[in-house]
C-alpha cells in the first residue's frame, strides 16, 4: 500500500517549483484524481511519477494529463 509513502516521502522542491511552473502541480494532482496511491515530483522536476494498483487507473491519469494539460509526452511503464 503505497498510500502510507504520501506521510513520510516529500520532496522540498515541489512548493517552489509548483510556483513557478503550476502545470508540474497540476500534473501530480491529476494523478491523485485519477487514483495514485502515491505521486512525488522526482529531483528538481524532470517528472512526476505515480503509483496506481491498476493498470487502468494510471490509464485513466494518462489520459487526463494528456487531454487536460495537453502534454507531448507521458507514459505508463508497467511493473517487471
Keep these: ?4 509513502y504520501r506521510e513520510i516521502i516529500v ?3 515541489e512548493k ?8 508540474i502541480g497540476q500534473i501530480k494532482a491529476e494523478m491523485y484524481s485519477s487514483g495514485a496511491e502515491f505521486s512525488l515530483m522526482s529531483g528538481s522536476g524532470s517528472s512526476v511519477y505515480g ?5 487502468a487507473d494510471a490509464r485513466k491519469a494518462l489520459d487526463a494529463i494528456r487531454t487536460g494539460i495537453h502534454l ?6 508497467p511493473p517487471d
Excluded at 500500500?1 to 502510507?4: E, G, H, K, M, R
Excluded at 517552489?16 to 502545470?23: G, T
Excluded at 507531448?72 to 511503464?77: G, H, L, M, S, Y
Design 51 to 55: 503509483f496506481f494498483k491498476t493498470e
Design 72 to 77: 507531448r509526452a507521458a507514459d505508463i511503464t
Design 11 to 13: 520532496n522540498d522542491f
Design 16 to 23: 517552489p517549483v509548483f510556483d513557478k511552473s503550476p502545470v
Design 1 to 4: 500500500d503505497y498510500s502510507t
